[in-house]
T-cell receptor, first 114, second 117 residues
Framework: EAQVTQNPRYLITVTGKKLTVTCSQNMNHEYMSWYRQDPGLGLRQIYY???????DKGDVPEGYKVSRKEKRNFPLILESPSPNQTSLYFCASSSRTAYNSPLHFGNGTRLTVT | AQTVTQSQPEMSVQEAETVTLSCTYDTSESDYYLFWYKQPPSRQMILVIR??????QNATENRFSVNFQKAAKSFSLKISDSQLGDAAMYFCAYRSPYTGANSKLTFGKGITLSVRP
């Protein structure tokens, strides 16, 4: 089954404790991206990646890091989480060859930073 | 930069009735793509329907259809014969073909649809 898998689904942590949210897709997609969803703001892009070792900032990249060492994986790293990073996070992927192709989303990670 | 506006935060519809969710956007581009995504309580983001700006014909997917008014920059979603399973948050989204490597979606704030039995 074609899917984007995020883990964990829920994560509660404390300020300053480094964490990683994993994302993996099995569709051989070149393009992957991270979004955060906040009430009243919709979804906003954090980072994206066009292919292995190619990443770039989205609209709200402060406080986040990403890496793309393998085509299927695109982890989101919070090296020193703060309470304002409490949010719902989504990983997404799509084929780069057709820009009208929809984004396929993971099931989301609910992060709470206390 | 493009913006997407969903001005109604909540709507309600009676089961089996029809409801229309509004979306407007602002862009200077002539070619682009528009999407409606559904987010049920499970949080999953599910593609409902998509529209290519250069196509005059409104997209339709079963009970879901759009009213795409390019000149007015309006992209509303009509749900016919509403079902309890349609209750969810709905997001309107815009994608530009001119952003180079970034296939970014620009989202509206979303609208919460409830369905009354």
């Amino acid at each position: 089954e074609a899917q984007v898998t995020q883990n964990p689904r829920y994560l509660i942590t404390v300020t300053g404790k480094k964490l990683t949210v994993t994302c993996s897709q099995n569709m051989n997609h070149e393009y992957m991206s991270w979004y955060r969803q906040d009430p009243g703001l919709g979804l906003r892009q954090i980072y994206y990646s066009m292919n292995v070792e190619v990443t770039d900032k989205g609209d709200v990249p402060e406080g986040y890091k990403v890496s793309r060492k393998e085509k299927r994986n695109f982890p989101l790293i919070l090296e020193s989480p703060s309470p304002n990073q409490t949010s719902l996070y989504f990983c997404a992927s799509s084929s780069r060859t057709a820009y009208n192709s929809p984004l396929h989303f993971g099931n989301g990670t609910r992060l709470t930073v206390t | 930069a493009q913006t997407v506006t969903q001005s109604q935060p909540e709507m309600s519809v009676q089961e089996a009735e029809t409801v229309t969710l509004s979306c407007t956007y602002d862009t200077s581009e002539s070619d682009y793509y528009l999407f409606w995504y559904k987010q049920p309580p499970s949080r999953q983001m599910i593609l409902v329907i998509r529209q290519e700006a250069y196509k005059q014909q409104n997209a339709t997917e079963n009970r879901f259809s759009v009213n795409f008014q390019k000149a007015a920059k309006s992209f509303s979603l009509k749900i016919s014969d509403s079902q309890l399973g349609d209750a969810a948050m709905y997001f309107c989204a815009y994608r530009s073909p001119y952003t180079g490597a970034n296939s970014k979606l620009t989202f509206g704030k979303g609208i919460t649809l409830s369905v009354r039995p």
